[in-house]
């Protein structure tokens, strides 16, 4: 079993649609859990950043830990044709430890 | 600063040939990660260095993979004989530390090089 799982996709949804994103992994040791967001051809950018567990929200993006599940979830809301891109969740176990991350899901918005 | 640099951007060789992949982190930045990304795989990390140092090589795939971090701006990939399951996109990425405490030690990237062996 892999230390991250993420359903690489491909997810399509209209425009406007509410996008749930989610990732699973393994290890509990985990605490720190990033999104990070790639468009096609381009690197990888840093999209949320969570330290432990709970909800953090920035503008239509909402990101979720629930450690007890060992389960995190993107939301977008109002999705726009500009969110479509792959989506990496990633984490790390501690201030020593490189991020491990997931397969990525690719999204596409339709106008 | 103009983020991560990588060269070249695409690069397509044939099978055997030697490989170099060059990166510029951000200047500052005292870690360097390299990464494979495939469809199959996802983003993999390769190694990172810690002011020039190799810290973790465990990700290299076998000893035709080799890199090196001469000084704080400049590092290298090097696949010597390449072989056509090396095709992938190589990602250098650059962070001002790992993650941890109240700090979320961004990793940027850089826009990637393209590999086709053949």
């Known amino acids: 079993q892999k230390e991250v799982e993420q359903d690489p996709g491909p997810l399509s949804v209209p425009e406007g649609a509410i996008v749930s994103l989610n990732c699973t992994y393994s290890?509990?040791?985990?605490?720190?859990f990033m999104w990070y967001r790639q468009y096609s051809r381009k690197g990888p950018e840093l999209l949320m950043y969570?330290?432990?567990?709970g909800n953090k929200e920035d503008g239509r993006f909402t990101a979720q830990v629930d450690k007890s599940s060992k389960y995190i979830s993107l939301f977008i809301r109002d999705s726009q044709p500009s969110d479509s891109a792959t989506y990496l969740c990633?984490?790390?176990?501690?201030?020593?430890?490189?991020?491990?991350f997931g397969k990525g899901t690719r999204l596409s918005v339709i106008a | 600063d103009a983020g991560v640099i990588q060269s070249p951007r695409h690069e397509v060789t044939e099978m055997g040939q030697e490989v170099t992949l060059r990166c510029k982190p951000i200047?500052?930045?005292?870690?360097l990660f390299w990464y494979r990304q495939t469809m199959m795989r996802g983003l993999e990390l390769l190694i990172y260095?810690?002011?020039?140092?190799?810290?973790?090589d465990s990700g290299m795939p076998e000893d035709r993979f080799s890199a090196k971090m001469p000084n704080a701006s400049f590092s290298t990939l090097k696949i010597q004989p390449s072989e056509p399951r090396d095709s992938a996109v190589y990602f250098c990425?650059?962070?001002?530390?790992?993650?941890?405490?109240?700090?979320?030690?961004?990793?940027?990237f850089g826009p990637g090089t393209r590999l086709t062996v053949l």
């Open positions: 990425a650059s962070s001002l530390g790992l993650v941890g405490g109240s700090h979320k030690n961004e990793q940027f």
């Open positions: 290890n509990s040791a985990f605490q720190y």
């Open positions: 969570t330290y432990s567990s």
């Open positions: 990633a984490m790390s176990r501690s201030g020593n430890t490189p991020l491990v």
């Open positions: 200047s500052g930045h005292d870690y």
């Open positions: 260095f810690n002011n020039n140092v190799p810290i973790d």
